[in-house]
């Protein structure tokens, strides 16, 4: 994908969220893998939102992809385990188990037989590594301080933590200098165009602006269109040309990024050490609230 259309969906991203298309947005930073938003991520951590947590992270990277990842979705189920737990919630804490944490005992089997052994306990704080195990906010609290290293120093995420420095409104103002120099370009622009549409260009005409065709054919057209129309964009003097026009390479250029496709991003995947939940020192070590992997790739402790 090019330059400017990584751009364009940044571009994208920026619009969909100062309109309020909440979901859409998420849904596009997953697909693109451009930005992962830490705010929303965050939000839904704090809420205890797992499945949530979880299904968007899975859009930027799977356990298998490295130790930090492995060592991400670890850390997101068992405090999901530990808080079922917490509210002596056995069956939903055995689900877990099984579904979730399986998982990595064939990695470090003893890890596994630990986890299982704080089922019988009224209180799992009984355990003295998790004796100081506060309210479930300050765990989460904890725990998100932890997946923000992981995430960080994963590099499934680098360059993608960081949303573009861009003024407000970015596309609507791009659109706005489109319409201006499509409105130069007329042979007689009226003084107050009326534009109606952005599916086609703008040409002043007796009927005071073009329509755009209804081809019944067309499959995108529904059959009850909202019928509303997009905001006026026109907010500079129409007498003022623009200053930008392209020449030259610089024209050729663009004209070969506005023909050609976006294509696809791959799931990129990164290697940072073994994959290894590593060996565990002693039989409770896992427990502890883990430390941010070294550079030779993380372990689960």
Partial sequence: MTSLSRELVFLILQFLDEEKYKDTVHKLEQESMFFFNMKYFEDQVHAGEWEEVERYLSGF??????????????????QKYLEALDNQDREKAVEILVKDLKVFSSFNEELFKQITQLIPLD??????QLSKYGDVKSARDTLLVELKKLLEANPMFRDKL?????K???LRTLINQSLNW???LCKNPRPNP???????DHTCTPSNGCRVPMASSNPLMGTDPKGAAFPP?????????????????????????????????PHATGSAGPVSLGPMPNAV?????????SSNGPTID
């Fill in 233 to 265: 964009f026109i907010t500079q003097n129409l007498n003022q040309p623009l200053p930008f026009q392209p020449t030259g390479a610089a024209a050729s250029s663009l004209a070969a990024w506005m023909t050609n496709p976006i294509s696809a991003a």
């Fill in 168 to 170: 407000a409104a970015r």
């Fill in 162 to 166: 960081q949303f573009p420095a861009l």
């Fill in 182 to 184: 499509q409105h130069q």
């Fill in 194 to 200: 009326d534009i109606k549409t952005l599916f086609v």
């Fill in 61 to 78: 990277t799977k356990v298998e992809d490295n130790g930090y990842s492995m060592k991400l979705f670890f850390e997101i189920r068992k």
């Fill in 123 to 128: 209180n799992f704080r009984e355990n003295a």
């Fill in 285 to 293: 070590a896992f427990l502890k609230r883990p430390r941010t992997p």
